[in-house]
């Protein structure tokens, strides 16, 4: 093939710079245009813009490009209210209207319903009620992580990661979290700096200092803040007695600081010592105030620890427990799994109005969480296993079935409703089978990824239960995620 018909034939090249038509968003939301058949994925172009970008990896068919100049902006085209909305990985789509964002999420989920599930477009279409969106999009996270680093001249950096990438974009405030994130790593920047207390470095596995997690109850307004630290004791061994211990230099004085701050009322250390992307060690010492804070949501106490679970925008989580609620229909008799449980939000939401609820969860000190929360307001019709739901259910309904003959009702065996919230890669292939074989009546599957949600969608479909209702959440504005709930009921 001559050089020339190969260029031909591949599109464009890494550098050509093209003008382009936005016409559609991609799932992480990039800005999608076409020229003569050839696609271009290009980040922070908005649908509806014209724009200039440049090609930085060509293939065949299609390339991913930097845009380079807005020609003319979309009318969804707004400015992001975040100086670094570009650089930071947080937010994908601080430059689109929130009422766009919005009409994204809801298509977003109905196209990997149709197009990942395998189910008839107009089928969907009946199905689909309208996305639950915010009515004030910001401030609304109540849990940050910050990463802490060193930059190129050695000082020390806090903020958030670059998409894809462990590049810290310096930044202690954010527009999505609590005014009172700032505070804290202000207070933690200047100490570290001042007692010469280094950071993490994940290339050598040297430095102390990890992440910084704060938490907010909104409700109560506690606040919890947990050093991630790189700690090892000099002799090897475990270190046990934890609060006694300063593992930063003028500890003290840092916690004095800290518990200055207007509604602080937990500080902690998590020790992780492991070279690894996950950000909490299961090692955890109080080193200042409570163990936990606590928050209300939907009328109920909770008290969250460092590790547990606990969804992140309380405004959300509130309307689309409701919805959850409202799917399964509950009349006070009903017995109800809750699967992927994490602290017991959506079980003990239910166990108000259901005969019996259980819940199962992975995670030991949230079940312990789960089921202090159950006793904190006063539920008793509440039973939480720990473990893989995958592994718990199925042992749980073999054991149950064979002792079941006569006895029991049957009613664990067989429950009114199944309710699921498992993490983005979706239930396990032996989790759905096992609730097939318990045939509720009714399943509520709550998602925070709609590709993993469509394809269990396929399964519970194939297996005798009919979609009868979607309802998508806004849980992270300016964000691509979307949550989702749906109903499934049994099809004889
Ligand atoms: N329903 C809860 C938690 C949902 S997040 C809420 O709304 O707050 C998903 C939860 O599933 C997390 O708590 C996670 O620890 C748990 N999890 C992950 N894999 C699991 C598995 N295989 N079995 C049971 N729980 C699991």
């Known amino acids: 093939m001559s050089r020339k018909k190969e260029i031909e034939t591949s599109g464009y090249k890494k550098d050509d710079v093209l003008t382009v038509d936005i016409t559609d968003i991609g799932n992480d939301g990039e800005g999608i245009g076409k020229i003569n058949g050839y696609t271009l994925f290009i980040k922070d172009a908005v649908i509806g813009d014209k724009v200039r970008a440049k090609v930085m990896k060509a293939k065949k068919n299609y390339a991913y490009a930097h845009l380079e100049e807005v020609i003319s902006p979309s009318e969804y085209r707004i400015s992001p209210k975040c100086p670094v909305a570009r650089q930071c990985g ?162 003290k004085e840092l916690v004095e600081r800290l518990s200055e701050i207007k509604g602080m009322s937990s500080i902690s250390v998590s020790i992780n010592t492991e070279k690894t992307n996950v950000i909490m060690g299961l090692e955890v010492h109080t080193i200042w105030g409570k163990d936990t804070i606590s928050d209300t949501l939907c009328g109920l106490k909770f008290e969250i620890s ?21 799917y399964a229909a509950l009349t006070g008799k009903e017995t109800v799994w809750d699967l992927y449980c994490g602290i017991g939000t959506i079980t003990l939401s239910m166990a108000k109005t259901a005969g019996r609820v259980y819940g199962i969860e992975v995670i030991p000190e949230a079940i312990e969480d789960a089921k202090r929360n159950a006793e904190r307001n006063g539920i008793s019709n509440a039973e939480f296993y720990c473990g893989k739901a995958e592994e718990v259910l199925p042992e749980f309904y073999e054991k149950k079935r064979k002792t079941a003959v006569g006895g029991d009702d049957g009613s664990s065996l067989n429950p009114d409703v199944i309710v699921v919230d498992p993490p983005r890669k979706g239930c396990d292939q032996v989790c759905l089978e096992t609730m097939l074989k318990m045939q509720p009546e009714r399943i509520v599957y709550v998602s925070c990824d709609s590709a993993t949600l469509a394809r269990d969608l396929r399964i519970l479909s194939d297996g005798g239960y009919s979609l009868k209702a979607i309802r998508p959440c806004d849980m992270f504005p300016w964000t691509v995620h979307v949550e989702t709930a749906v109903l499934l009921t049994k099809t004889n």
């Open 306 to 326: 460092p590790l547990s679970f606990y969804q992140v925008n309380p405004v959300q989580t509130r309307k689309l427990y409701e919805q959850a609620i409202e």
């Open 90 to 251: 947080g937010c994908q789509i601080q430059s689109m209207s929130y009422e766009r964002q919005l009409e994204f999420k809801q298509s977003k989920v109905r196209n990997n319903i149709v197009r990942l599930g395998g189910f008839d477009a107009e089928f969907i279409d009946g199905l689909m009620q309208p996305i639950i969106g915010m009515e004030e999009p910001w401030e609304y996270r109540n849990k940050a992580q910050f990463p802490v680093g060193c930059n190129k001249e050695g000082n020390i950096v806090t903020g958030f990661y670059a998409g894809r990438s462990h590049n810290i974009i310096p930044m202690t405030s954010c527009y999505i979290g609590t005014k009172e994130n700032e505070t804290v790593m202000e207070i933690v920047k200047t100490h570290m700096e001042k007692n010469h207390v280094r950071p993490y470095d994940e290339s050598t596995g040297k430095g102390l200092v990890r992440h910084v997690l704060i938490r907010k109850g909104f409700t109560s307004g506690e606040i919890m803040v947990c050093l991630v630290i790189n700690y090892r004791t000099g002799s090897g061994k475990k270190q046990t007695s934890g609060a006694s211990v300063e593992y930063i230099t003028n500890q």
